[in-house]
């Protein structure tokens, strides 16, 4: 199996776990991740109070604090993988996903792209993500 073969299957998985759970599968995501230092964004960078949790990550520790605080908030509707595309190290997943807020309700459909990095290990050492925050601003209003 080559690396990139390796990689997809490995997000293949953690895409399926999180979207069949509903984002119940935080341990999962973790499981993949290094024990030492990793970079994880998010486009919203924590600008908004409400959305504090999408600031910069750089443990594994970090990166759950993000997922805890995306799921106590937020209750996902739905988030379906339409391609994964590797070369490498990296892996780029293309998706659509949509999420209630849960104070207000209001609800939000965006399409997703995802960026990752792995290691020679098979750990993801790098993640970003790109998505509608105008959406997600005026949401948590």
Same mark, same amino acid.
């Given at each position: 199996m080559s690396q990139e073969e390796r990689n997809t299957a490995i997000l293949r998985e953690a895409y399926?776990?999180?979207?069949?759970?509903?984002?119940?599968?935080?341990?999962?995501?973790?499981?993949?991740?290094?024990?030492?230092?990793?970079?994880?964004?998010s486009l919203a960078m924590g600008r908004v109070s409400a959305l504090e949790f999408t600031q910069q990550r750089h443990s594994r520790e970090g990166v759950e604090a993000y997922? !805890?605080?995306?799921?106590?908030?937020?209750?996902?509707?739905?988030?379906?993988?339409?391609?994964?595309?590797?070369?490498?190290?990296?892996?780029?997943?293309?998706? !659509?996903?949509?999420?209630?807020?849960?104070?207000?309700?209001?609800?939000?459909d965006t399409p997703k792209v995802d960026t990752w990095r792995f290691n020679a290990d098979g750990k993801a050492i790098e993640f970003f993500e790109y998505y509608d925050t105008a959406a997600m601003f005026e949401a948590v209003r």
């Open positions: 399926r776990r999180w979207a069949e759970t509903r984002g119940g599968s935080v341990d999962h995501w973790l499981s993949i991740l290094p024990e030492d230092e990793i970079k994880f964004g997922l !805890r605080g995306l799921t106590a908030d937020w209750e996902m509707i739905s988030y379906d993988v339409d391609h994964s595309i590797a070369q490498g190290d990296r892996v780029v997943v293309i998706a !659509r996903t949509s999420w209630r807020y849960k104070p207000n309700r209001k609800v939000i």
